[in-house]
């Protein structure tokens, strides 16, 4: 009989020894770990001016981000694929602007010259 109650002891130490690991160790990690507001205080008074200005455009990146993932997730195929093709769309929408830009640039160019009487000859 005094066999099982010492292993009842060990049995009822290990069980309170994990319940407070198990819990007392997430519990100092929440007690020990700084708040995002305690973290901004100790910030440099000039990078806590430089994370307000740009704390509206992180918000506007993840806001456009998400709502491409929800585009994503509405087609069938997986959501990297989708992501690849879509990139690759903006890619050639970027390309095709800057191509477009770049004609008007010359265009306008080409009606300077001729405005100001040189000739429009092609280089």
Not at 18 to 28: H, K
Not at 67 to 94: C, F, G
Not at 95 to 118: I, N, P, T, V, Y
Request: charged share 40%; hydrophobic share 35%; aromatic share 8%.
């Amino acid at each position: 009989m005094a066999a099982k109650s010492g292993r009842l002891g060990t049995w009822l130490k290990m069980l309170a020894a994990g319940a407070v690991v198990c819990v007392g160790g997430p519990a100092l990690v929440l007690y020990v770990q700084p708040t995002d507001e305690e973290l901004f205080k100790k910030y440099n008074p000039e990078l806590q001016k430089k994370s307000l200005e740009r704390r509206y455009e992180k918000q506007k990146d993840f806001d456009d981000f998400v709502t491409r993932l929800k585009e994503y997730s509405k087609s069938d195929k997986p959501i990297w694929v989708v992501q690849e093709e879509d990139a690759r769309k903006r890619r050639e929408e970027s390309l095709r602007q800057d191509f477009l830009s770049a004609e008007e640039a010359k265009a306008r160019r080409e009606a300077m010259r001729k405005e100001s009487g040189l000739s429009s000859s092609d280089s």
